[in-house]
């Protein structure tokens, strides 16, 4: 009989990619669980690159400048913000196995982070893993208002600058909604998968490190 430390142990960052080729990814119970499972929504949380919309204020917000935006700067520094308490969430899937695999793909240039800074301190970002054309986004985090959307509006025009067909939320809320983010059935989910690892790698880095808001707000199709 396989025991649970046999799963936790067989997980390799290579096992991981093909699971998320077949639609599924690993959660942990708790911070504190030693042990992952596998998870395939029936309803999959997904923002249409090319309807993604930006609120008028957070436009304002990115084209004043206040903060700075780095990519694959700090891995560690944005986990560690990710898996942190937080008003409405008490408790953390980012367990340390979790922390392990997602940094080995990290160094593998398969996971990536957008962080936003603000006097050299880092105050909001995401993660996520990119493969094919697809980016499967995993958490992010803010310790100042917007930053976590901000974050967003930078990975959305990088997806976008670079050819990118599929931003796989795992699952919608609110906060996700308001950029555009929709529900599809685990069917059509897999279609646009397959579509989406298909062809051509998205170039993720399309988009300079630097570049100005104004050519990242153009380079995201709608703002509202």
Known sequence: ???ADDILFSI???????????????MA??????????VEPEMRGIIPIEK????????????????????????????????????GRR????????????????KLGYCHTVEIWRDDE?????YGVRLGRAFFGESMFHHARDASKIALV??????NKGGFRLLDTQFVTDHLKSFGAVEV???HYHRLLEEALGGNEGDFHSLPADASPGLVLQSVSQTS
């Open 1 to 3: 009989m396989t025991s």
């Open 91 to 106: 408790k953390t899937w980012i367990n340390d196995r979790i922390r392990e695999l997602y940094g080995e793909l990290f």
């Open 122 to 126: 880092l105050v909001g970002g995401l």
């Open 154 to 159: 930078y990975l959305v025009a990088r997806l």
């Open 29 to 38: 119970e708790s911070a504190t669980d030693t042990a992952l499972y596998w």
């Open 185 to 187: 059935d685990r069917r």
């Open 52 to 87: 993604f919309h930006i609120p008028r204020r957070l436009a304002r917000t990115i084209k004043s400048g206040v903060f700075d935006v780095r990519i694959d700067y700090d891995f560690e520094g944005v986990i560690e913000g990710c898996a942190a308490p937080a008003p």
């Open 12 to 26: 390799t960052p290579e096992v991981l990619l093909k699971a998320y080729a077949c639609g599924i990814f690993p």
